[in-house]
C-alpha cells in the first residue's frame, strides 16, 4: 500500500475545511470523541447553527477557532484500504501565501476549490501558480457548492474551460475536474444522486487510484540522476570495525548500486560504491527515498553536506544561482541582503546579486522594477554564494533542487528557493 | 514502482534522526516506555548502527510508572548497550519545592515538564527526540518536525519555522532548544502496524491481562501502586484490560479488551470508534485547548 500527499487549497468561504471534514466523515476516518467534541464545540459556536461543523476538524489553534479561520498549515492523516493519505490544509488568503508555499512542497497532488457560484477566480490563479511552480504533478480542480447552482452540467463545463485556458499558461502536468458539493456529500466519496451527466470519479476514487509512483523519482528511465546528500558519517571505530566508515543519507533520486562510479561534490572527487547497506543488510539497489549507508572503494574525504552522485549523470555546480523565491519573512528582501542558503544537507552563506522581477501571483505579470521581495512575495533572483552549491533545476528534480534561506541572526526560514539554474 | 508506505514512512523518520545527529552537538532521545518511544529506539538502530547512537536515552520518571514499562526500559537499554538517563520527578519537586498537584484525579504529568526542564540544562541538551504524532490531538496537527522551543522549553505557534521538502533547520541561539519528532506523520496504527511488521517486542501491559482497577468517572484506573487514591463511591473490580498507550498510571485508563496478540490488539483497535488519547488521557479532556496550553507552558 502506497502513500499519497495531497494539499487543499481553499479559504472558509470556498467550503475547504467542509469538504476535508466531509472526505474523513464519509470515509469514517473521524472517530466518536472527535466527532463529540466537534458537536460540542459546534453547539457553543454563537451562529445557531444545529448541523455539525465539519470545518471544526481542522481549527485545531485556539484562535483560530474563536476567529473560525485557519492560519497555519495542519496535517490530517487518514486511510482507506487503497492508500494512506496525509491532507495538507493550507490556508487561502494572499496574506498566507507562504504557508501553501510551504505545504505544497511535499505534495503530489493538489486540491484547487472553485466555487460554483464564482468560478475561476483570483485565489483560483494564485493557488493554481503555487501549484505550479511547486512543481505538483496533479491538480483536481474541486468544483463546490454544485448544490446552489442546481447541480448545472453548463456552469460546470464553463468552468471547466475557463481553467483549462487557464492551465495552460502554467506549467502543469495533468488535471482532473470534480463538481462536487461537500456540504450535502456529493461526489466527495459518494456518488451524486443530482449530477447524472457526470460520469467520472468522486474525489476519493481519484484520490485512491491517481499514479504517483513517478513523482518520487524511482524510475531510472525517467530520473537517472543518483543523488545522495550526506547526512552523517558512521564510524564505529571498535576493534572488530576498526575501518568501518559509512555515508548515510537518504537518496533523493534515481538509484545506487555497487560498482557505480560516484563523484563526490563539490570536492570533484572519485570513488566506487562498494557497498548499500541498510538494517545490517546488503542491497542490490538503493532507489529514492530509500534511508541508506553507502560504502566506497577508496578513502575519500566525505563529510555531512556533500553530494554523492552517480559519475554519469552529474547536477549543475555553482556559485552563481538563478532561483525562484517565496519570500517569508517580515524583513524586507533587498539586493546585497545576505543569508545562509541551505540546499540538501549543504549550508552556505549567500548574498543577493539581484532581483530579476517580483512575480504577482494573481495576474502572473512580471514587475522587473521591484527593488525588494515582501513577506508573501514570489520573484526571481540572483544569488552568489560563498561555497560553490550542486542541484538539479527544480522543474526537473524536486528533490534536489529545492533549498531555503535562513536569516543568520535570528535563525528563521525566511525564504523557499526553487533553483533553476547557473546564473553566471 | 512506490515504496510501501511503511518504509516510506521508516526512512522518513530513519531521515530525521540522522538530521539530528548531522545538526547538533548534544541531542538526546527522550523515552517513557511506551509504544511510541520504542518504535524511535527500534529506528535509531536502523539509523545509526553499526555506530554508538549519537545521543543517550532519557526518561523522565514521574514516579507513577507502570511497573512493566520501567522493567522493560532498563532491560531495552542494557540489551542494545547505550546510555540510559533517568530523572525523577520527585528530585524535581523536592529540589524546587513544588507544590504537588493532590485531589480527586491528582497527576504529576505537568511536573515532567519541571524535570525535563532541568535535565536538559544539566546534559546541556540542545536537541530532544520524542514520540509525538501529530494524529494524537488537535494541537499536535501543526507542530513542525523541529519543534524550536527558548529555554523555558516553551512552544509559541505563531514563531514556528515553515518546513519545505525534508529540509530541516536547526540553527539555535545558546539556551535554546529544539524538540524533533520523526514520527510525525505515523497514525496510530501505522506504529502497531510497524510494530508488528517489525517483530518489536513491547512491555506486556498492552496485551489484555488481567488487573486490579479502579472505576472512577467511567473510566478504568489501575490501583497498582497506590499511586490513585481509592475514595468512597469508588468501585474496585477486576477485569480483563490491555493498556492503550503508556502514560504514567495517574493518567492512563485501561479498555476492557480480549486481545491476548499484536494481531488481536491490531483488528480491535482497526474497529474501534474512540482515538487513542480520547479514551485513554485523562490529561487532554480538561479543556479542549488543554494540550495547547500545556505546550505553551514547555511540555513535550
Aim: aromatic residues 8%; contains cysteine.
Amino acid at each position: 500500500m502506497d502513500l499519497l500527499r495531497f494539499i487543499t487549497a481553499g479559504s472558509v468561504d470556498d467550503g475547504k475545511s467542509t469538504l476535508i471534514g466531509r472526505l474523513l466523515y464519509d470515509s469514517k476516518s473521524i472517530l466518536t470523541d472527535q466527532l463529540e467534541a466537534i458537536e460540542r464545540a459546534s453547539k457553543n459556536r454563537s451562529n445557531g447553527s444545529t448541523t455539525i461543523d465539519l470545518a471544526l476538524l481542522t481549527d485545531g489553534l485556539r484562535s483560530e477557532r474563536e476567529q473560525g479561520i485557519t492560519i497555519d498549515v495542519a496535517y490530517r492523516y487518514f486511510q482507506t484500504p487503497k492508500r494512506k493519505f496525509i491532507i495538507v490544509d493550507a490556508p487561502g488568503h494572499i496574506q498566507y501565501t507562504r504557508n501553501m508555499v510551504t505545504g505544497a512542497s511535499n505534495c503530489q497532488l493538489a486540491i484547487v476549490l472553485v466555487d460554483a457560484r464564482h468560478g475561476v477566480a483570483e485565489q483560483t490563479r494564485r493557488h493554481s501558480l503555487i501549484a505550479s511552480l511547486l512543481g505538483i504533478p496533479h491538480i483536481v480542480v474541486a468544483v463546490n457548492k454544485m448544490d446552489l447552482m442546481d447541480y448545472s452540467e453548463g456552469v460546470f463545463s464553463d468552468i471547466c474551460i475557463h481553467y483549462t485556458e487557464l492551465a495552460s499558461k502554467l506549467n502543469v502536468k495533468q488535471v482532473t475536474f470534480i463538481p462536487m458539493s461537500a456540504l450535502n456529500g456529493d461526489n466527495i466519496v459518494d456518488r451524486s444522486q443530482f449530477m447524472p451527466w457526470y460520469n467520472g470519479p468522486t474525489l476519493l476514487e481519484h484520490l485512491e487510484t491517481i499514479d504517483v509512483s513517478d513523482t518520487i523519482n524511482t524510475k531510472e528511465s525517467r530520473f537517472p540522476q543518483g543523488r545522495l546528500p550526506v547526512q552523517f558519517v558512521i564510524r564505529p571505530q571498535t576493534a572488530e570495525l576498526h575501518d568501518y566508515r559509512g555515508y548515510a543519507g537518504k537518496v533523493a533520486s534515481g538509484s545506487f548500486r555497487p560498482g557505480d562510479a560516484v563523484t563526490v561534490l563539490p570536492s570533484g572527487e572519485t570513488s566506487i560504491i562498494d557497498a548499500i547497506e541498510f538494517a545490517g543488510d546488503h542491497l542490490a539497489e538503493a532507489v529514492a527515498s530509500q534511508s541508506v549507508i553507502l560504502h566506497l572503494t577508496d578513502d575519500v574525504d566525505i563529510s555531512r553536506g556533500d553530494l554523492l552522485v552517480r559519475s554519469d549523470n552529474q547536477p549543475i555546480t555553482t556559485q552563481t544561482v538563478d532561483a525562484m523565491l517565496c519570500w517569508m519573512d517580515t524583513k524586507e528582501l533587498r539586493v546585497g541582503n545576505k543569508y545562509v542558503l541551505q540546499v540538501g544537507t549543504a549550508r552556505t552563506r549567500c548574498s543577493v546579486r539581484g532581483i530579476a522581477y517580483q512575480l504577482n501571483v494573481n495576474t502572473y505579470a512580471h514587475n522587473e522594477d521591484a527593488k525588494v521581495l515582501r513577506l508573501n512575495d514570489m520573484g526571481k533572483v540572483v544569488l552568489r554564494t560563498a561555497q560553490p552549491i550542486s542541484f538539479d533545476p527544480y522543474p526537473e528534480n524536486r528533490a534536489t533542487g529545492g533549498a531555503i534561506l535562513i536569516d543568520e541572526t535570528s535563525n528563521v526560514t525566511v525564504g523557499a528557493l526553487m533553483l533553476i539554474g547557473n546564473a553566471g | 514502482m512506490a515504496l510501501d508506505y511503511l518504509d516510506q514512512l521508516e526512512s522518513e523518520a530513519i531521515h530525521i534522526m540522522r538530521e539530528v545527529a548531522g545538526q547538533f552537538e548534544r541531542p538526546a532521545l527522550l523515552f517513557s516506555g511506551g509504544k511510541d518511544s520504542i518504535t524511535l529506539v527500534h529506528l535509531a538502530l536502523k539509523a545509526f548502527r553499526p555506530g554508538k547512537f549519537p545521543f543517550p536515552l532519557v526518561h523522565v520518571d514521574t514516579g507513577h510508572n507502570f511497573q512493566e514499562a520501567l522493567d522493560y526500559r532498563d532491560a531495552l537499554a542494557e540489551r542494545i548497550g547505550e546510555q540510559l538517563v533517568v530523572r525523577y520527578v520527585e528530585d524535581t519537586i523536592e529540589r524546587q519545592g513544588l507544590k504537588e498537584p493532590t485531589g480527586r484525579n491528582a497527576t504529576r504529568n505537568g511536573l515532567q515538564t519541571f524535570t525535563l526542564l532541568e535535565t536538559i540544562e544539566e546534559f546541556a541538551f540542545d536537541a530532544c527526540i520524542g514520540g509525538a504524532r501529530r494524529d494524537e490531538e488537535k494541537a499536535r496537527a501543526k507542530e513542525r518536525v523541529f519543534s524550536v522551543r527558548d529555554e523555558f522549553g516553551s512552544w509559541d505557534p505563531k514563531r514556528q519555522r515553515p518546513e519545505l521538502w525534508n529540509l530541516y533547520n536547526g540553527r539555535i541561539h545558546k539556551g535554546e532548544n529544539v524538540r524533533v519528532f520523526p514520527i510525525s506523520n505515523w497514525t496510530e496504527l501505522d506504529v502497531w502496524n510497524y510494530i508488528r511488521r517489525e517483530k518489536i517486542e513491547l512491555p506486556p501491559i498492552y496485551f489484555a491481562h488481567e488487573r486490579e482497577l479502579l472505576v472512577r468517572d467511567g473510566k478504568l484506573m489501575a490501583t497498582a501502586g497506590g499511586v490513585i487514591k481509592p475514595e468512597s463511591g469508588d468501585e474496585i473490580v477486576t477485569r480483563t484490560v490491555r493498556f492503550r498507550t503508556v502514560g504514567d498510571i495517574s493518567c492512563t485508563a485501561a479498555s476492557e479488551s480480549q486481545a491476548f496478540t499484536l494481531d488481536a490488539v491490531i483488528a480491535e483497535i482497526q474497529a474501534t470508534r474512540i482515538s487513542e488519547r480520547g479514551e485513554t488521557r485523562m490529561d487532554d479532556q480538561l479543556s479542549e485547548a488543554a494540550m495547547e496550553d500545556r505546550k505553551k507552558g514547555g511540555y513535550f
